[in-house]
């Protein structure tokens, strides 16, 4: 069955540095999402990308974040200078209609 | 926004037990999902179920929309059952889930 995969698993950084995390969809999917959870909390929705360009996006997703297609198939999301409290997991979800398939995760610290 | 409400937020049961979750939510919706989340962090999908009722082996769920809650039955528990599980849904005009806060089960032999 197809997965989504994700990498790296776990990345430490130290504060103010960019990170680039990446996902690989499901191939015949068109909608990309990523969503995060800090530890001990529940998921929360970041941002939905379909057809090139952000669809939705939270309070959360500022500045600080981008997302893109770099080469049609790996969908990453950037975060350009780390704080701490960006710590969590983060997840890449795919889909091609309304159910979504979420990837493993990659851990964020954040020192 | 649309508030989703899970229930119990703990669960302790014993191998071989019966369980049912529950998942409310505040307005109508065009995706339900209940997910797994295993001690390895990972969300494992469990069922795609805005309307109606689905089994899977020793999982099965129920949605009813009209009423705006969800169930989630697990019979004869295992250890391996044991995670947090999360019910998300996507309200209308939307694309973007909303979890709930999740239902901790711990399964003991």
């Known amino acids: 069955e197809p997965e989504v995969t994700q990498t790296p698993s776990h990345q430490v950084t130290q504060m103010g540095q960019e990170v680039i995390l990446r996902c690989v969809p499901i191939s015949n999917h068109l909608y990309f999402y990523w969503y995060r959870q800090i530890l001990g909390q529940k998921v929360e929705f970041l941002v939905s990308?379909?057809?090139?360009?952000?669809?939705?996006k939270s309070e959360i997703f500022d500045d600080q974040f981008s997302v893109e297609r770099p080469d049609g198939s790996n969908f990453t999301l950037k975060i350009r200078s780390t704080k701490l409290e960006d710590s969590a997991m983060y997840f890449c979800a795919t889909g091609q209609s309304y159910e979504q398939y979420f990837g493993p995760g990659t851990r964020l610290t954040v020192t | 926004g649309i508030q989703v409400e899970q229930s119990p937020p703990d669960l302790i049961l014993q191998e071989g037990a019966n369980s049912t979750l529950r998942c409310n939510f505040s307005d109508s919706v065009n995706n339900l999902q209940w997910f797994h989340q295993n001690p390895w962090g990972q969300l494992i999908n469990l069922f795609y179920i805005p309307s109606g009722t689905k089994q899977n082996g020793r999982l099965s769920a129920t949605t009813v929309a009209t009423e705006r809650y969800s169930l989630l039955y697990i019979s004869s528990s295992q250890t391996t059952d044991s995670g947090v599980y999360f019910c998300a849904v996507e309200a209308y005009n939307t694309d973007k889930l909303i979890f709930g806060t999740g239902t901790r089960l711990q399964v003991f032999p």
């Open positions: 990308f379909y057809n090139n360009e952000i669809s939705e």
